[in-house]
């Protein structure tokens, strides 16, 4: 994994502010889709603090909880229209607005955090993000990454793709909502500030929402039982801030690199921040008492199969979904020569994704 910050650059950045006229201090107001109660808010505090410890004097930054300043779902829109300068977000929320939010937020059994990282900083990523969010007038820094999220939590144990028939499940994604259709279930769509009481009503069978620690601090170890591992609906998910075109344009060419470094910083730290708050979480869920089945590998091949058949679908509707797709795929290719002869001490697996060919014919119409 290699972050786009090296000794020379962050050397260039302290001096070349003696070279150039002083720019009037930018003040943002930034506000989250998280609500402080959810663990997800850590990763938009953590950006914040190293975005003004490095633009001391150029730009402060101050940071409102979700739903402190607008709902959560109308983040983007007070970002767009330029009522507020920046929002965290996760771009899966967006998928509404143009369907190539949703491979830049998550997969569903193709990525893990350490292949979005890669992608984003080596193989094109990052520009696809720019490209999709400036089509809305906003400029986006990746910032923060999780591993495989926890899989759905119930009242009763889901250990074949049987036992989905009927349920009514919080889901979040337009390809994982498709997907649990085809499986017999059916989604449901909520904020993740709704699901406990959902969940305590029984207006839900069940939830997935993050990772463990963030599921934990949700507290839905107190009102469900089971926990039915892995989460195959989203092997990874992306967050960032959204910035105002204009708010961004504001800024120096410094402050806007100072901001890239702190958003590269940021999606390091996430990565270790997660992993290690879900191994702990994990562990209290165990020790709350908390049921953990695990699908077989024979199901997980089949759900990956019905995966690729799903991505296919969603991606051929929109061109620039599946340009989105093409370039994450055709990732998954070149890594593959290295990942693959240097099993298993690589990074991961080579997931059997969905055509390449498929998406170059539709990214192309």
């Not at 899966?92 to 979005?116: E, I, Q």
């Not at 009514?168 to 649990?180: I, V």
């Not at 990772?211 to 934990?216: A, R």
């Not at 991505?311 to 093409?326: G, M, R």
Request: with cysteine; glycine share 10%.
């Amino acid at each position: 994994m290699t972050l786009r910050i090296t000794t020379m650059a962050a050397l260039g950045l302290a001096t070349a502010g003696l070279a150039t006229p002083a720019m009037a201090q930018q003040q943002w107001t930034m506000t989250t889709v998280w609500p402080a109660s959810l663990e997800l808010i850590e990763m938009d505090r953590k950006f914040v603090e190293l975005a003004n410890a490095l633009t001391t004097g150029d730009l402060t930054i101050e940071l409102f909880d979700g739903g402190a300043l607008v709902p959560a779902g109308e983040v983007f829109g007070a970002v767009e229209s330029g009522t507020i300068q920046a929002g965290a977000d996760w771009p899966g929320y967006w998928a509404g607005r143009d369907t190539a939010f949703s491979p830049l937020s998550t997969h569903a059994s193709l990525f893990n955090a350490v292949d979005y990282v890669n992608w984003i900083q080596q193989w094109g990523g990052a520009e696809l993000y720019n490209e999709v969010y400036g089509k809305f007038g906003m400029v986006y820094l990746p910032y923060g990454v999780t591993n495989n999220e926890s899989g759905f939590r119930t009242n009763k144990a889901i250990e074949s793709t049987a036992d989905l028939q009927g349920m009514r499940l919080r889901l979040s994604g337009l390809e994982q909502g498709r997907l649990l259709t085809e499986l017999g279930g059916s989604q449901v769509s909520m904020a993740g500030g709704e699901i406990y009481q959902a969940l305590e009503r029984g207006v839900i069978d069940g939830a997935e929402f993050s990772t463990p620690n963030v599921d934990w601090s949700g507290g839905f170890q107190q009102v469900t039982t089971h926990w039915a591992t892995p989460g195959w609906h989203q092997s990874s998910s992306v967050f960032g801030v959204m910035i105002n075109q204009a708010a961004w344009d504001a800024l120096s060419p410094e402050t806007q690199q100072r901001l890239r470094i702190a958003a590269d910083a940021t999606m390091l730290w996430s990565l270790a921040f997660t992993e290690h708050r879900a191994t702990q979480s994990y562990l209290q869920f165990k020790e709350h008492g908390t049921t953990i089945t695990r699908m077989d590998d024979e199901t997980l091949a089949q759900i990956q199969t019905m995966a690729n058949a799903t991505i296919e679908t969603v991606a051929c509707e929109n061109p620039l979904s599946a340009k989105v797709y093409l370039s994450q795929m055709e990732y998954l290719e070149n890594y593959a020569n290295w990942r693959d002869a240097s099993a298993p001490f690589n990074l991961g697996r080579t997931p059997d994704g969905p055509s390449i060919e498929t998406l170059r014919d539709c990214a192309n119409r």
